[in-house]
């Protein structure tokens, strides 16, 4: 189980030094070829929306069937150990919804890109015409 929390991590991680690198100031030529490449690389990455949801499911699912530890009759090392599956499943379901907001952000991003680059092509084009 913990793989798929690592790759889901790696995921995020690749996401937003990819929204960074996009949203960074760099000379036309090189904002252009990065554009390109996150657009390439947007269409295998989608795996990401599917996997997160899952992994929600998944903590959904979990959280629901699991033992509730807030009587009297719990030792302090249950409770303990209660809280820090709370906590565990609350970071992973931040992880989830942060992969897919990030994936959303550098598609719109990149998206928006592409079109402020055509819109500049076809202004070049009437300029010339």
């Known amino acids: 189980m913990a793989l798929q929390w690592l790759i889901l991590t790696c995921v995020v991680a690749a996401e937003a030094a990819m929204a960074l690198l996009v949203t960074m100031p760099a000379p036309r030529i090189v904002k252009s ?15 990401v929306i599917p996997f997160a949801a899952f992994q929600l499911l998944d ?12 009587s009297d009759i719990c030792t302090a090392e249950e409770r303990t150990r ?13 992880l989830c919804v942060s992969a897919c907001l990030l994936y959303w952000c550098v598609y719109r991003i990149s998206k928006y890109q592409r079109e402020i680059k055509e819109l500049e092509e076809a202004e070049k084009r009437l300029k010339t015409e």
């Open 33 to 47: 070829r990065l554009i390109d490449l996150t657009s390439l690389l947007l269409q295998p990455a989608a795996f």
């Open 59 to 70: 903590l959904y699912w979990k959280n629901e069937h699991r033992l509730e530890c807030s």
């Open 82 to 94: 209660y809280e820090k599956a709370i906590f565990k499943a609350q970071r992973n379901a931040i």
